[in-house]
């Protein structure tokens, strides 16, 4: 009995000089369960309607090289080829840059004239949201504060065995 009392006593006294003060607590702001999203930021899907035949194209790949570093992440740009720009079996042009899809996309857009583009497809239908390259910096600013309408979370593997990506998607609408 008086071992358990020293005991005791002994648990109190230490209790009492033990520290009371603990260097960076984590704090739990969120109310446990997941942790709350990144915040999610308005991007922009600029397309760069361009060809290899194509005099002027090249400065539009610069006017979107520039929003790409002035916005990062933000951006994400795509040079779509097709049209009477990006031929095919030309000697002169032997790499073949258009696919099915860019074909599709050229003559469903009525694109007739290069360089031209579209942001987030803004002024759709056509022919409004096409642009010219000197626009698009304007039209990023100009939605730059915008909510987002949606948020698309990608992830990707690739099986090197079969050569085969498999992409996921997660598509969550914040907005109506």
Not at 14 to 28: H, V
Not at 52 to 62: I, T
Not at 138 to 150: C, G, M, Q, R, S
Request: aromatic share 10%.
């Amino acid at each position: 009995m008086k071992r358990s009392i020293l005991f005791t006593a002994f648990l109190l006294l230490a209790g009492l000089w033990s520290c009371n003060k603990i260097d960076d607590p984590i704090k739990d702001t969120n109310g446990g369960g997941n942790p709350p999203p990144e915040e999610t930021l308005q991007k922009f899907l600029v397309e760069d309607y361009t060809g290899v035949k194509c005099k002027n194209c090249p400065d539009a790949a610069k006017k979107l090289k520039e929003l790409e570093d002035a916005f990062g992440d933000r951006i994400v740009g795509i040079a779509v080829h097709g049209g009477f720009f990006s031929p095919d079996n030309n000697p002169d042009y032997p790499l073949v840059l258009h696919n099915q899809y860019s074909l599709d996309w050229v003559n469903f857009f009525g694109i007739n004239g290069w360089p031209i583009g579209m942001v987030n497809r803004y002024d759709y239908p056509p022919p409004g949201n096409l642009k010219s390259p000197g626009t698009w910096a304007t039209l990023v600013n100009d939605h730059i504060d915008d909510e987002p309408k949606a948020r698309i979370e990608l992830s990707a593997t690739y099986d090197t065995v079969l050569r085969e990506v498999t992409i996921n998607s997660d598509l969550s609408f914040l907005s109506t």
